[in-house]
């Protein structure tokens, strides 16, 4: 292969070096190292090679720069005129990502790249590529994610808003002997959830199920002021599993006068038999029920995610045994750091 013929003067040289090495633009130093490298007689497959990019490339910018000189690497884009993607157009996508395609018109339930252009195009009269608009989507902080199902509640908006209103008054200015708990139970099953995992091109990952499920339940109560996590485990979600989390609950605070829990309306929760062991506290307990289907107000909700997320998502456990045991494993480690946390704080 014929070696490209650049003569270099020492004077031009240094100044590629240096711009080179002072800017910013991966782009820029790249043809500042293609230009430095020919001037060494370097072959063109060979330049390639070295530089990551293609023979005709190669061509291109040595081309430019027998030209234009110094001012031939400089990316001449600048001299396309007023950017498209600026600020007011990155705020309008912004709120169409927000939305759906059935908002603007379209059957689609789902955004494309290319449905993405035609609605900004529509909203704001400037047309890009769809590879540009990967770039917008990422200067925006888009991401492509599966969304969460949910249940609307039943309640008007201000009869929700006053439930919660009337809930934080509550628990804002407790005094020291009361503490606020957040409370939810969790499903444990021995059949993996399947969730999202980095892979190789041209694989897929397997996760082994057992077959027959299995399945626990936790009932967990955070500490609205530590983030500390008390729970119980059982075989079957009923009220005995609440009951048992409240006696606990008792025995985990035994200074506090009163033990404030904020919980969802699932009815083991208002049950008979509940009722009954709340009113056997002598009052050390105080119930407050959310507004129906509204688990984003359950600080707990958090929590489970993230032992989904850590410990049963895609496990590879074959008995419930491991897989319990894994999960208290998760659950005492992170008490460990928040106590270790509030610690270094004090």
């Not at 888009?142 to 509550?170: D, F, H, S, Y």
């Not at 485990?233 to 409240?246: D, H, P, Q, S, V």
Request: charged share 30%; with cysteine; hydrophobic share 40%.
């Amino acid at each position: 292969m014929r070696k490209i013929v650049v003569r270099l003067l020492r004077r031009v040289k240094l100044q590629i070096r240096r711009l080179r090495r002072e800017t910013a633009d991966k782009g820029l130093a790249m043809r500042c190292q293609i230009v430095l490298l020919a001037g060494k007689g370097r072959t063109r497959p060979v330049i390639a090679d070295g530089v990551g990019c293609s023979v005709s490339w190669v061509n291109r910018i040595v081309a430019r720069f027998d030209q234009y000189g110094i001012a031939g690497l400089i990316d001449r884009r600048e001299d396309n005129g007023q950017e498209k993607v600026d600020e007011h157009f990155l705020s309008i996508l912004y709120d169409v990502v927000d939305g759906s395609p059935q908002d603007y018109g379209y059957p689609r339930p789902t955004w494309t790249r290319e449905l993405l252009t035609k609605v900004m195009r529509q909203l704001t009269g400037i047309k890009v590529h769809p590879t540009t608009m990967s770039r917008a989507l990422k200067r925006i902080g888009a991401r492509l994610g599966r969304p969460r199902p949910t249940v609307g509640c039943p309640w008007p908006k201000r009869r929700r808003q006053r439930r919660m209103r009337e809930i934080r008054n509550v628990l804002k200015a407790l005094p020291p002997d009361e503490i606020t708990v957040y409370l939810d139970e969790v499903d444990i099953h021995l059949n993996p959830k399947i969730g999202l995992d980095w892979m190789n091109r041209g694989t897929q990952k397997e996760v082994q199920t057992p077959g027959n499920n299995v399945k626990r339940y936790l009932c967990g109560a955070l500490d609205a002021a530590t983030g500390l996590v008390t729970w119980v485990k059982a075989e079957k979600k009923n009220t005995l599993i609440f009951i048992a989390m409240l006696k606990k609950l008792v025995e985990v605070y035994p200074d506090k006068k009163v033990i404030h829990i904020v919980l969802d309306n699932f009815k083991i929760h208002s049950s008979k038999a509940a009722q009954a062991a709340v009113q056997s506290l002598g009052g050390t307990v105080v119930l407050h029920f959310l507004p129906p289907y509204c688990p984003t107000e359950n600080k707990i909700e958090r929590l489970w995610l993230d032992v989904h997320a850590n410990v049963t998502r895609n496990h590879k456990c074959g008995n419930m045994n491991d897989l319990m045991r894994r999960v208290a494993n998760y659950l005492n480690g992170r008490n460990r750091r928040k106590a270790a946390s509030s610690k270094k704080a004090a």
